[in-house]
């Protein structure tokens, strides 16, 4: 993988492996080397909590790289996928209208602007998220995207499947030998003509580096999952995966991701389209084979290699008849133990509903814990708020009763003032009464000095007189 320069992630952790409340601190090296060789993915960016509501998981990778062997045990583990049928497991409306296509006719190219894929594409999202509080998709090339739609998905966690790239760029080279899957391959890897094989090595590559800085890029919870590991180990691929989805695992489903996991049946004879075109049709396939091979420096060697290869189509195709038969006799042996076991595929999926239900169920207890919680708090709050408003106003009474107090006071001691200010004005107007006397008998006395001075300064007239 070529080197990026982005941050290192926030959390590294191996997922699986020893439990939290193991002690392994005195383990052998070697002990512990095999404990966690055991593990098939690791964990980046991991929150505090992966049981979060309304969580969208979007499963990428490479074409060929183990992405539906993956999307298959996240679907066994109850993640809604709305796959479009029982192939892949990729839900059309997103992956064909991610890449331009008409969802009802992956083969019809819509003739509309990227802004506006998106936007129709956003709208889906929007849909699948009203439909389901946890869900996701499939896509390998679901990174080309991401980043135009990252409104639109709530809680992104990425699961990215990592496959040996010499592996991925054989099968997708082995992908190459039909005409349906060379388009196929042209139109995902958008290459001209037939993968070679640098190109194929390098597309694997590159993919699994895009995947890894937009990891880093969007600080996202992301599990990144060994398809080697995983294949080789799948009761640990779905312990690790249980724990990353958040989903519960029980043994019946622990043994159906084993059986499909299986390398001797499980998934690829279920998914993989080719290997159904080649078991249904072995002559269309070979005419394609030869027909790829007109096209190339080997042109004068077809017609040998067809006969060659019709041969061998041929002996198979008998051998497929024998096993046939060999099949319809044990069904007919086995036939009266199908219904006992419809009914036990009827109990199992009642189950999983059961099982789906009650996690509902206690996701909303939670939520109306937590709501609970916050309105408890909410209420200390306001408790907490009424009482030092009610010592305030305890305060501000005692306030106003000293100033009452005081007021009574003051006037108390305006009334003395004023009683004391109506004596002194009596006694004013006594003494003024007084004055007013007493002037009156000065002018008299004034008045009779006069006279006596007057008979004074003239005694003659006075006697005369």
């Known amino acids: ?66 992405t539906s062997m993956v999307a298959g045990v996240a679907h066994l583990l109850g993640l809604e996928l709305n796959p479009s049928g029982p192939g892949n497991l990729e839900s059309r409306p997103i992956v064909a209208l991610a890449r331009g296509r008409n969802p009802e006719n992956s083969l019809e190219n819509l003739d509309l602007s990227r802004d ?59 992908a190459n030998d039909t005409a349906r899957h060379r388009a196929r391959i042209q139109s995902e890897y958008q290459g001209p003509g037939a993968l070679a094989a640098e190109d194929a090595f390098r597309t694997a590559d590159d993919r699994y580096t895009r995947y890894w ?17 995983g294949r080789a180990n799948p009761e640990q691929l779905a312990a690790e995966m249980a724990e990353f989805l958040g989903m519960p695992i029980t043994p019946e489903i622990e043994q159906s991701i084993v059986r499909y996991v299986s390398p001797k049946g499980g998934y690829l004879k279920t998914t993989s389209a080719m ?28 017609e040998s290699d067809l006969l060659e290869l019709l041969n061998a189509s041929r002996a198979e195709n008998a051998q497929n008849v024998i ?73 501000a009474r005692d306030e106003a009763l000293r100033n009452y107090d005081a007021l009574q006071a003051a006037q108390a001691e305006a009334a003395r003032n004023y009683a004391a200010l109506q004596t002194v004005q009596a006694e004013a107007h006594q003494n003024y009464d007084a004055l007013q006397a007493v002037k009156a008998e000065a002018e008299q006395n004034y008045a009779a000095l006069q006279v006596a001075l007057a008979s004074a300064n003239h005694p003659a007239s006075g006697a005369a007189q």
């Open 275 to 302: 290997s159904k075109e080649l078991k249904v049709n072995p002559i269309a396939s070979v005419i394609s084979v030869a027909q790829a091979s007109n096209s190339s420096s080997q042109g004068a060697t077809a």
């Open 1 to 66: 993988m070529s080197s990026a320069e982005h941050s290192e992630p926030t959390s590294v952790e191996l997922s699986g492996g020893a439990p939290k409340d193991w002690d392994i601190s005195n383990v052998s090296a070697l002990s512990r080397m095999k404990l966690y060789d055991a593990r098939t993915s690791i964990i980046i960016n991991r929150p505090a909590d992966l049981d979060l509501p309304d969580r969208t998981y979007v499963i990428g990778g490479n074409g060929r790289g183990g």
């Open 116 to 174: 506006e894929i998106m936007r129709r594409l956003g709208e889906q999202i929007d849909a699948f998220n009203a439909k389901d509080e946890v869900w996701g998709w499939k896509d390998p090339s679901a990174e080309n995207y991401i980043l135009d739609i990252l409104g639109h998905i709530r809680n992104l966690h990425l699961i990215v499947v990592f496959r040996d790239p010499v592996a991925v760029a054989t099968a997708l080279l082995g």
């Open 213 to 229: 800085n937009l990891a880093l890029e969007l600080g996202c919870p992301t599990l990144l999952v060994s398809y080697e590991r």
């Open 323 to 395: 096993e046939l038969n060999r099949i319809r006799e044990q069904l007919a042996k086995v036939k009266p133990s199908i219904e006992t076991d419809d009914r036990a595929l009827e109990n199992a999926q009642r189950l999983q509903r059961i099982q789906a239900e009650s996690r509902q169920n206690y996701l909303a207890l939670k939520a109306a814990q937590q709501e609970a919680a916050a309105n408890y708090s909410a209420f200390k709050a306001a408790q907490s708020e009424a009482a030092e408003n009610w010592d305030a106003l305890q305060a």
